[in-house]
Structures are given as structure tokens and as C-alpha cells.
């Protein structure tokens, strides 16, 4: 597509990275499986034992990590709220890309995994599924709109303004 960074598009290959554990005394291999940046730390949290935090908007992979075939994510989500808000929905082999929060775009990757065709057009009540479930997925997650509610207990007063400084939150 031309682009080399997340810019303006949240294409494959924008966004497709591999994502490695390396665990003491596991053989690796492959999995072929949906996993999100937001799966990372829950995962470690749970590779070293501890209970996961209630925050989390991500799961752990573990039990991939462990050999379970069951499924851990149905869906994938990768968004990018700077300048123009664009987010994907994948599901199976379907991916949407929402624009300003409208779907605009939808390629069916197991015939067009270098996305060149939106077939949005042709697979309107399609789409609008897959955003009604994007939108229902990201409305679940917690949100922390009001900056004066306590965060996790080890976050104290002043690293909570230095993430806010951050733009964390």
C-alpha cells in the first residue's frame, strides 16, 4: 500500500508482527492463532503465577503456550486514535477497517491476504456486523475517563500523573 508506518492505515503488512515467548524449559513451536499487544502482559502476568488484575483488557496466551487448541481471541483489534481514528476488526478471515468511526473498508484475507480488493460494497450486512461486534467488543472494555478514580494500588499519586503526562491516559 505504500506506507511504512501506521500513518494513516492499519494494513497487514502495517500491523502483522510475529510475537515471541521465550519460557525456561518449553520447547517452542508455532501457533497459528489471533493474539493482541494487549494479551502481552496478562500472558506474563500468568507465566510467572500471579493473579491477573481486573484491568486487563487483554487475555493470556498460556494456555496456547501450554498446547490448548481451544481458541483464546475470536476477534483481533489494532487501532490507532492520533489524527485520523482508524481501528481493524479481524474475524476469521474477514477484516474491517473503520475510519472516524464508520466501516470503510473490508477484504476477505483468504483470497486477498495482500488486501488490493474492498469488498465492502458488495458485503454491506457483512460489515455492519463485524463493526456492531467491534463496537460492542471495545464498549466492554473498562475505561478510565475520569482521571481522579483510583488506579491499581502500586500506581501511586505521582506515577498516576506522570502517566497521564505521558499520555497513557
Given at each position: 500500500h505504500g506506507s511504512y508506518n501506521h500513518q494513516n492505515d492499519l494494513y497487514q503488512e502495517l500491523i502483522r508482527t510475529p510475537l515471541s515467548f521465550k519460557i525456561p524449559s518449553v520447547n517452542p513451536k508455532k501457533i497459528d492463532s489471533f493474539s493482541q499487544d494487549v494479551d502481552i502482559f496478562p500472558t506474563i502476568v500468568d507465566l510467572v503465577g500471579l493473579e491477573p488484575i481486573t484491568q486487563f483488557q487483554g487475555k493470556s496466551l498460556k494456555p496456547l503456550l501450554n498446547?490448548?487448541?481451544?481458541?483464546?481471541?475470536?476477534?483481533?483489534?489494532?487501532?490507532?486514535?492520533?489524527?485520523?481514528?482508524?481501528?481493524?476488526?479481524?474475524?476469521?478471515?474477514?477484516?474491517?477497517?473503520?475510519?472516524?468511526?464508520?466501516?470503510?473498508?473490508?477484504?476477505?484475507?483468504?483470497?486477498?491476504?495482500?488486501?488490493?480488493s474492498n469488498v465492502i460494497d458488495v458485503n454491506q450486512e457483512l460489515a455492519t456486523t463485524l463493526f456492531e461486534e467491534y463496537k460492542e467488543v471495545v464498549d466492554s472494555f473498562p475505561k478510565y475517563l475520569n482521571y481522579d478514580q483510583p488506579l491499581l494500588q502500586y500506581i501511586d499519586e505521582e506515577k498516576r500523573k506522570r502517566l497521564i503526562e505521558e499520555g497513557y491516559f
Open positions: 498446547g490448548s487448541s481451544k481458541k483464546v481471541n475470536e476477534y483481533q483489534i489494532a487501532q490507532k486514535g492520533e489524527g485520523t481514528a482508524i481501528a481493524t476488526f479481524r474475524k476469521g478471515h474477514w477484516k474491517l477497517i473503520i475510519k472516524d468511526n464508520n466501516p470503510a473498508e473490508l477484504y476477505n484475507l483468504l483470497i486477498d491476504p495482500v488486501e488490493k
